[in-house]
């Protein structure tokens, strides 16, 4: 286990700088996983032969679903190192790992210099992202989770999803500068899409920096046997595995649909300018993180339960109402606030889904059991929702995908309702008596 390690009797200060540290570098990783999404409108012409925009929106969508097939492999890699030698080793690994992706992208030629090597650089620096992602989901959310106080573990740990947000929020407003200010669109199409990335690969590297000196999480302390293994993991806590999915699978699907997808719909299907859709998003999203800490905080004084549940029922009942009145929408505002009425819905999993994973393993399986088994359900799920929406909508069937939304979230809520209430039987605080 690495140094440095947070006292475990830390005050509040100490608390807060282990948390920022951590949490800085988190921002740092999904901004680099969303500029992707964000300039996809752009840069999908560079790596693609020219066709209708849905095609070559499809084929970058599709490397975009291909880079989610390594998360599980960085979920159970980065679990496992997290496990064994410490959070911090592993958190430092993925940001480098996250920063040689980047830069691939913004240094790759386009397809007519190079033909079919373009699209084949980009889906490696996908992978390499994917792998890199894949860890940083279930180390960050076991870090953020075990160095917070039990009192306000719900709150300090939504701060993952702030993070997760605010680096979409980033690349939007990076977007948003080279759209308005400093570039034009031919300048954005041809060479300005390149941008993001050299800054995403720098962003990473001065989180590398405040990674190596974070402070490591106490929770390993003591623990010498069966630390990190995918064996004891499955033998011992198959039924916390289950849950980890079930709890999973509408919420990754929910939240990819109404952030990374909905920008495109709102270009593709509502018919609103790039420019406009990306001033909405960016808003929406600044909303949406603000009140990820209130639901984390609302969670600690009634239950992750009730929070699960909201989600569960309303995403059940609203789903097709909201997505196709969104699909309708007569105008920006009406855009607006539709999808927000979604975010809420949204944010009663968001919010706290990172925390319930943690308390349900005990720490020398944390990172492992909270990543791998979170990373195989986004993957299979959450990496596959865009091409889905778009595959729909090509056939002439985009509503489609609302019911697959809908049902996928119903699974969820028959999980959340048969499952214990994680605050209360945390092994966190089994762990700490």
């Known amino acids: 286990m690495t140094t440095n390690p947070l006292p475990q009797h830390a005050t509040t200060a100490w608390r807060l700088k282990a948390i920022f540290t951590g949490s800085v570098g988190n921002l740092v990783e999904w901004y680099d996983w969303y500029a992707y999404s964000a300039f996809a409108l752009y840069f999908a012409p560079a790596f693609f032969p020219k066709s209708n925009s849905t095609v070559q929106l499809l084929n970058t969508a599709a490397i975009f679903a291909v880079g989610f097939l390594m998360r599980p492999i960085g979920g159970w890699l980065f679990g496992s190192i997290a496990d064994k030698r410490g959070r911090k080793d592993a958190l430092t690994l ?3 790992l996250m920063s040689f992706g980047s830069m691939i992208i913004a240094c790759t030629p386009t397809y007519n210099s190079i033909g079919l090597a373009a699209p084949v650089l980009l889906l490696l620096a996908r992978l390499l992202q994917g792998l890199s992602i894949g860890g940083e989901y279930g180390t960050s959310a076991t870090y953020l989770s075990e160095v917070a106080s039990s009192d306000k573990r719900g709150f300090f740990s939504s701060f993952q999803y702030v993070t997760m947000i605010g680096g979409q929020l980033l690349a939007l ?4 500068s080279l759209q308005k200010i400093f570039l034009t669109q031919a300048e954005l199409s041809e060479w300005g899409w390149r941008i993001p990335f050299v800054i995403g690969a720098i962003l990473a590297l001065v989180a590398l920096y405040l990674r190596t000196n974070m402070h490591e999480s106490v929770a390993l302390e003591g623990k010498t046997k069966e630390r990190g293994s995918v064996k004891v993991l499955l033998k011992k806590h198959p039924y916390a595995v289950l849950t980890v999915v079930g709890l999973t699978l509408g919420g990754t699907i929910a939240f990819y649909t109404y952030t990374t997808y909905m920008q495109k719909f709102l270009v593709n299907t509502v018919k609103l300018s790039k420019e406009d859709s990306t001033v909405i998003t960016f808003f929406l ?12 905080w609302l969670s600690d004084k009634i239950g992750r339960k009730p929070l699960l549940i909201w989600f569960g029922v309303m995403g059940t009942l609203f789903t097709v109402p909201l997505l196709s009145a969104i699909g309708q929408a007569g105008s920006v505002w009406a855009a607006f606030y539709l999808i927000l009425c979604a975010l809420v819905i949204v944010s009663g999993y968001t919010s706290i889904n990172a925390v319930v994973k943690a308390e349900l393993f005990p720490a020398e399986v944390r990172a492992l ?14 990496g596959t929702a865009e091409y889905l929406a778009l595959y729909f909508k090509n056939i002439g069937h985009e509503s489609y995908y609302y019911w697959y939304v809908t049902g996928c979230i119903f699974i969820s809520l028959l999980v959340y309702v048969f499952a214990k209430d994680s605050r209360a039987n945390s092994y966190m605080d089994k762990e700490q008596l």
């Open 173 to 176: 407003g990076i977007q948003l």
């Open 369 to 382: 059991g909270v990543g791998l088994p979170y990373a195989l359900t986004v993957a299979i799920f959450g």
């Open 94 to 96: 993925s940001v480098l």
């Open 285 to 296: 999203m600044l909303i949406y993180a603000a009140i990820q800490p209130m639901f984390g």
